[in-house]
């Protein structure tokens, strides 16, 4: 079982929607949380980390996590095609980060 | 916030030259920083944690003699690739983070290795 899972994608949204990433992750013990985007050809950037049960809001960004469920999610609202890339769910335990595969969302003008 | 600096950013050379690779904070100390490998249309692949003063700790199946890996000064870790060969070629990206290893990560920009 891989520690880290994300739904593999391709995800298509039309702009203005809201696209919707999933994670779950194997250790519980996990305690940090943290969601990437990666362009073609270019290293991850940092959007959003969590480290509570509940919701984390910045900008059009909001991280859900539920611990009880092993389960981390990313809701990007009002999408815009430059959110086009690739998002890496990510989480910290035995103090290195473990990435899921990512999922590649599109979104269409 | 924090910024990682990572050079060079493309690498182009010979089968068997040795290629350094730096990782740099600029605005922040970093007592560990972390190195990964990450092939087209894969994830990322820890190959090694980077600690400040001390040997690296290098993921399994991650050959220590092939990937050195140097930290001397809380500001900056290299990572070398010894007598490197076309199975080498692949996108190298270091981290690092303020605070504890949970605080997030910031990544260079990348190092995108081509060993002809």
């Known amino acids: 079982q891989k520690e880290v899972e994300q739904n593999s994608g391709p995800l298509s949204v039309p702009e203005g929607a809201i696209a919707s990433l999933n994670c779950t992750y194997s250790?519980?013990?996990?305690?940090?949380f943290f969601w990437y985007r990666q362009y073609s050809g270019k290293s991850p950037e940092l959007i959003m980390f969590?480290?509570?049960?509940g919701d984390k809001e910045d900008g059009r960004f909001t991280a859900q996590l539920n611990k009880a469920s092993q389960y981390v999610s990313l809701l990007i609202r009002d999408s815009q095609p430059s959110d086009s890339a690739t998002y890496l769910c990510?989480?910290?335990?035995?103090?290195?980060?473990?990435f899921g595969a990512g999922t590649t969302v599109t979104v269409r003008a | 916030g924090a910024v990682v600096s990572q050079h060079p950013s493309w690498v182009i050379c010979k089968s068997g030259t040795s290629v350094k690779i730096e990782c740099r904070s600029l605005?922040?100390?970093?007592?560990?920083m972390f190195w990964y490998r990450q092939f087209p249309k894969q994830s990322l692949m820890l190959m090694a944690t980077?600690?400040?003063?001390?040997?690296?700790?290098?993921e399994q199946g991650v050959e220590k003699d092939k990937f050195l890996i140097n930290h001397a000064s809380l500001t900056l870790s290299t990572l070398t690739v010894t007598s490197a060969h076309p199975e080498d070629s692949s996108f190298y990206i270091c981290?690092?983070?303020?605070?504890?290893?949970?605080?997030?990560?910031?990544f260079g920009d990348g190092t995108r290795l081509s060993i002809l």
């Open positions: 981290s690092a983070g303020e605070g504890q290893g949970n605080q997030p990560q910031h």
């Open positions: 250790d519980r013990g996990s305690q940090s």
């Open positions: 969590i480290y509570s049960n």
């Open positions: 990510a989480v910290f335990n035995d103090y290195k980060l473990s």
């Open positions: 605005d922040f100390q970093a007592t560990t």
């Open positions: 980077s600690n400040e003063g001390s040997k690296a700790t290098y």
